[in-house]
């Protein structure tokens, strides 16, 4: 195992060399240390991070921001997920512990970049709103999907105490999203609740 400074060089090389199609693209490097690369151009910044903890290895995107407003990044998954390219890459960032091991992914990261981010990287501003859709969608998508296992947890338990008042009421709140043996359960409960 070589010094920190030596671990250090090789995310930032192996970022430096695969991302280097950025700046044949008119965007210059503006900072680089042992977990972050950050490339700007007049338009746009594209970072690529490394956590070391996690081991979690991801691109984001942003616009530069207007005067006064925070920068919003987006990350390739999202470009991904907006793109419909399905990959695996898609719903996890990479981890990858170890250092020496990093460049396929890093290589793999950029080859994505470089495919289907360029609207992106172009700094289309209309794609970049479409991105903000469509983060905010898959956020409510996420929500609902949090509130209904909710829901359906909440109405199993009652459904085996054979509180059917609250099954009932459960089960409405949700009707629209109900399975088969959830919509049989909600009639029969409809039939044998006490009031």
Same mark, same amino acid.
Request: hydrophobic content about 40%; overall charge positive.
């Given at each position: 195992? /070589?010094s920190?400074g030596a671990?250090?060089?090789?995310?930032?090389?192996?970022?430096?060399q695969?991302?280097?199609?950025?700046?044949?693209a008119?965007?210059?490097?503006?900072?680089?240390?042992?977990?972050?690369?950050?490339?700007?151009?007049?338009q746009?910044f594209?970072?690529?991070?490394?956590?070391?903890?996690?081991?979690?290895?991801?691109?984001?995107?942003s616009?530069?921001?207007?005067?006064?407003?925070?920068?919003d990044?987006?990350s390739?998954r999202?470009?991904? /997920?907006?793109e419909?390219?399905d990959?695996?890459?898609?719903k996890?960032?990479?981890q990858v512990?170890?250092? /020496?091991k990093l460049?396929?992914?890093?290589d793999?990261?950029?080859e994505?970049?470089?495919?289907?981010?360029?609207?992106?990287?172009? /700094?289309d501003?209309?794609y970049?709103r479409?991105?903000?859709a469509?983060?905010n969608?898959?956020?409510?998508m996420?929500m609902?999907?949090m509130?209904l296992r909710?829901?359906?947890?909440?109405?199993?338990?009652?459904?085996?105490?054979?509180?059917?008042?609250?099954?009932?009421r459960?089960y409405a709140s949700?009707?629209?999203?109900?399975?088969?043996s959830?919509?049989a359960k909600l009639?029969?409960?409809?039939?044998?609740?006490?009031?």
């Amino acid at each position: 195992m /070589g010094s920190a400074g030596a671990m250090s060089m090789r995310f930032a090389e192996a970022a430096k060399q695969a991302f280097s199609f950025l700046e044949r693209a008119g965007f210059r490097l503006t900072e680089s240390d042992p977990a972050q690369l950050k490339y700007e151009s007049v338009q746009v910044f594209v970072t690529i991070e490394w956590d070391v903890r996690s081991g979690e290895l991801e691109v984001f995107l942003s616009l530069q921001p207007r005067k006064g407003k925070a920068r919003d990044s987006f990350s390739l998954r999202d470009l991904l /997920g907006m793109e419909g390219v399905d990959a695996p890459e898609r719903k996890m960032p990479f981890q990858v512990a170890e250092e /020496g091991k990093l460049k396929p992914f890093i290589d793999k990261l950029a080859e994505d970049t470089r495919r289907h981010a360029q609207p992106a990287l172009a /700094g289309d501003r209309m794609y970049f709103r479409r991105l903000r859709a469509y983060r905010n969608a898959q956020a409510q998508m996420y929500m609902r999907d949090m509130e209904l296992r909710r829901v359906r947890a909440e109405a199993d338990k009652a459904w085996q105490k054979r509180e059917l008042d609250k099954v009932v009421r459960l089960y409405a709140s949700i009707e629209g999203q109900l399975t088969v043996s959830e919509k049989a359960k909600l009639a029969y409960a409809k039939q044998h609740q006490t009031h």
